[in-house]
Each structure stands twice: as structure tokens, then as C-alpha cells.
């Protein structure tokens, strides 16, 4: 069956005065239309193409890529209000819905709120939703400690930042285990460094604790010495926003990895930088 809200590899049955017919292994077919049909192509090739229903209701596919998939969180903007609800711009010709119901608050033309994708199981329609947290549950988690996963930021608070976790779960990443600034809306990937017993998660952006991300970080620093005769401009004094910049590891990260390399005898530190012996 081909999926509403998700990229389908189907194959190209035949040509229409419309576009390209695609079909799948079950026998069902939808339409390509012609302005997203690629320039050369020949009958029975695949093609991957993401699947939605246009204003008649009937489905098609297209080669645009959307900001979101089905059962996903986004960060996006209203690109208008109507008497039924807001639309919101998701990367595709049409506009995605978001009914009134499902608006934590009403919803304003130019602002950005994160949204839930979800089906119409009536009509298979999808439409988003604000009310993200009736999609999201810590009561069964899917997860484990230090286990990589993707991250959605949602919200900055006084302890950090609270975030979607692999598109089910809340989670919090805390202020000491952040070395930049995150925006509101931005995917980026972390690790699972604790579960509580309430089932809460705590997020830490580096996998610390692991053996080899420390010798992975050795290395970098090390190479990063030798390619620069020897003598690095950093120190624990350096800015966390530095230390990002040049390695992609926070401070915390970076000063265990100084001290492993001084143990090893491999550096000495001076006052404007680190050396190497």
C-alpha cells in the first residue's frame, strides 16, 4: 500500500497527458504530475517520491522534499489564518493545515510553532498540530542509557532545554551539558546519559563516558597539533563557543582530553596555549 506522509519507491507504470502513473508491489497507482517529473526516465524505473492528498482529496506524489514526515515534530511558520484554521509553509506546493482544535493557542500569521504531522484516519488527510504534547510519552521508552539519539529543541528553561527525543519522548538537556547556543526548533543528535526512576530522561550532547570517543578526540587534537607546527592557541581560559568551533566538542570534553594528552606527557601547557613535546 502506498503511504500517506512518507517517501514510497515506486515504479514508473506509464506515461499520461498528466505526468507519470507509479504503482507499487499491491497493484495500487498514483499520479506524478508532470512538473515534478524528472527529465529523463524510462518505464518500470523506481522513483522515490514523497505521497500526500491534494484539495480533491485524491493522492498524488511529488519529488519535493517537506520539513516534516508523518508522526514527526517541526519547527514552522503560518503563512496564513482562514475561518478554519491557520496554514503553515512545510516545503510543498500546498500549505499544511492546522485545524483550530488543534492549536495550543491560536495561532498568528508569520509566527513559528512546532507541529506535530498527523493522519486523518477519516479522511487521510494530514494536517499538523500544536498540541505536541498528546503526542509524546516517557511511559514506555523505547530508548537506553547512552544510546544515540535525534533531538529536537523545544523550549529554553532555567535548567537548559527541554527536548523531543527520536520523535516520542521528552527529555532535558541541562545547562552544564550545553557549549553553545541552541535555537528553538533545531535537529541535532545527542546521547541518553540518564533514566530516571520517574522515567525522565537527561540528554547530554557528547557521549561522555565513552573510551573511544576520548581517544577520538585525542587524535583530533593531537593531529590538529602536528598540522599546526606543534602549538595550539587554546586553554581551559578559551570560550566554550571557541572550543566548538575548532574541535565540535564542548569545553568539558575538551579539558579531560587536554589532561589525557598531558598524562600521556604528549603536551606541555602554556600560558597563552598548548605544545607539543
Avoid at 71 to 78: D, I, R
Wanted: glycine fraction near 6%.
Amino acid at each position: 500500500m502506498i503511504e500517506i506522509g512518507r517517501f514510497n519507491t515506486l515504479k514508473i507504470l506509464k506515461q499520461t497527458s498528466s505526468g507519470l502513473s507509479l504503482g507499487d508491489k499491491s497493484g495500487e497507482e498514483v499520479l506524478l504530475p508532470d512538473k515534478y517529473c524528472p527529465e529523463s526516465f524510462k518505464i518500470k524505473d523506481k522513483l522515490e517520491v514523497f505521497v500526500y492528498r491534494d484539495n480533491e482529496g485524491q493522492k498524488i506524489a511529488t519529488n519535493l522534499t517537506p520539513k516534516l514526515h508523518l508522526h514527526e515534530f517541526a519547527l514552522l511558520q503560518v503563512t496564513a489564518i482562514t475561518d478554519v484554521g491557520a496554514f503553515l509553509d512545510w516545503g510543498m506546493g500546498k500549505d499544511l493545515f492546522v485545524p483550530f482544535k488543534e492549536q495550543k493557542q491560536r495561532m498568528k500569521k508569520g509566527r513559528w510553532y512546532i507541529v506535530y504531522l498527523d493522519l486523518d484516519t477519516k479522511t487521510e488527510r494530514l494536517y499538523a498540530s500544536s498540541r505536541i504534547e498528546k503526542h509524546l510519552s516517557n511511559d514506555q521508552l523505547t530508548i537506553k542509557e547512552k544510546q544515540e539519539v535525534s533531538l529536537l529543541v523545544v523550549r529554553k528553561t532555567d535548567l537548559g532545554y527541554t527536548v523531543i527525543v527520536n520523535n516520542r519522548h521528552n527529555g532535558i538537556l541541562y545547562n552544564n551539558e550545553i557549549f553553545r547556543e541552541l535555537d528553538i526548533g533545531e535537529k541535532l543528535n545527542g546521547f541518553v546519559k540518564k533514566i530516571r526512576e520517574d522515567n525522565k530522561i537527561d540528554i547530554s550532547l557528547q557521549a561522555s563516558g565513552y573510551k573511544n570517543v576520548i581517544d577520538k578526540n585525542i587524535e583530533m587534537i593531537y593531529r590538529a597539533l602536528v598540522e599546526n607546527k606543534g602549538f595550539l592557541e587554546f586553554t581551559d581560559k578559551s570560550s566554550p563557543n571557541e572550543i566548538y568551533l575548532k574541535f565540535g566538542m564542548s569545553k568539558k570534553a575538551f579539558k579531560k582530553t587536554i589532561g589525557a594528552l598531558l598524562k600521556q606527557k604528549k603536551i606541555t601547557i602554556e600560558p597563552n596555549g598548548i605544545k607539543l613535546i
